[in-house]
């Protein structure tokens, strides 16, 4: 039957990492939208190789923008694939009373250390051409890919590897253990509803035991085809990208929808916590009371959180 956890213990364990790591996942989808501007603004108005008067806008256009966007996102996407893990543990194997990741600080603090530290051959991949005007004498400074590095056969490879670590595998990850957890917990609703509900005279069933199941299931079904639709354009994008497609529209085109479809998905993903998650809920606005200095200015203090799919067998009498 559905309870709120085995033990108080476990309650607390299991609701402090969670928090840690929507915490973690929601800073790192913030950056990523943040990084993404510079971004899109480069693109729209001095396209890929740029022409930019300052020395530090190019330096960061050429080593830091897809270091620093790429890796926002690649943190986002394996504190997703940790949160939904945490969640398989407490719904599939209750009897684990620590989490699976360990202690949350350290998770939420490996995570972007290992993400970055992947991401990091992105910074080498171009460099900052200077280009000299006649008769002024002033400098404009460009972007430009070295084929040394771009045209690699070990980076190709890794191309390959990062689109898998952090696309493909998360992408069939999320659908396995959410299936799960949904399979799981419908066995566990229609145990529950045998033991401990009983019909009405009419012969109809309380309508209300349904709605935690329903939340649960879209919310794990949305997340799962959202982050399908959205994420997989860019793994043919980045596996594709080369200074020979970008010369096509339609390539430009594709690039554009795949960028935009990514950074829609964590704005979406949030919306759909707060709809269909109670936990998400409390957790966000116990931060806004948090930074606003424990104060509550115009909002209700928020209840803490509970966790609401975690499953306890039932022990007979």
């Not at 800073?27 to 993404?36: D, G, H, N, R, V």
């Not at 990741?101 to 910074?123: C, D, E, K, N, W």
């Not at 493909?168 to 033991?195: F, G």
Request: with cysteine; aromatic share 10%; proline share 6%.
């Amino acid at each position: 039957m559905i309870a709120q956890t085995s033990t108080p213990r476990k309650n607390r364990l299991t609701i402090h990492c969670a928090f840690k790591i929507k915490l973690g996942y929601s800073a790192a989808a913030l950056l990523a939208i943040l990084f993404a501007l510079p971004f899109a603004w480069r693109v729209l108005e001095h396209r890929d190789l740029g022409r930019w008067e300052s020395s530090i806008l190019a330096f960061y256009h050429a080593h830091l923008e897809l270091f620093l966007g790429n890796g926002c996102l690649g943190v986002g996407v394996i504190m997703l694939l940790a949160l939904t893990l945490e969640r398989y543990v407490s719904v599939c194997h209750p009897g684990h009373a620590r989490p699976l990741l360990g202690p949350p600080s350290r998770a939420v603090a490996l995570i972007p250390l290992a993400t970055f530290l992947l991401y990091l051959p992105a910074v080498f991949r171009s460099r900052v051409t200077t280009c000299t005007l006649f008769p002024s004498g002033s400098f404009l400074y460009q972007r430009q890919d070295v084929p040394a590095v771009v045209e690699h056969p070990l980076f190709k490879v890794y191309t390959v590897v990062l689109e898998l670590v952090f696309k493909v595998i998360p992408i069939i990850l999320l659908a396995v253990l959410n299936l799960r957890i949904l399979l799981v917990y419908r066995k566990s609703c229609e145990r529950r509803r045998r033991m401990t509900l009983s019909r009405t005279a009419s012969g109809d069933e309380d309508p209300r035991k349904f709605a935690e199941e329903r939340r649960l299931m879209l919310l794990l079904g949305s997340t799962s085809i959202l982050f399908l639709v959205c994420v997989s354009p860019m793994v043919i994008l980045n596996v594709t990208l080369s200074e020979v497609n970008l010369t096509r529209y339609p390539y430009q085109v594709f690039r554009a929808l795949a960028n935009l479809l990514e950074v829609t998905n964590y704005s979406i993903t949030f919306y759909i916590y707060c709809m269909f998650s109670e936990d998400f809920r409390n957790t966000l606005l116990r931060t806004l009371q948090w930074s606003d200095g424990n104060q509550t200015r115009g909002i209700a203090k928020a209840p803490p959180p509970t966790a609401t799919t975690t499953i306890t067998h039932h022990r007979s009498v």
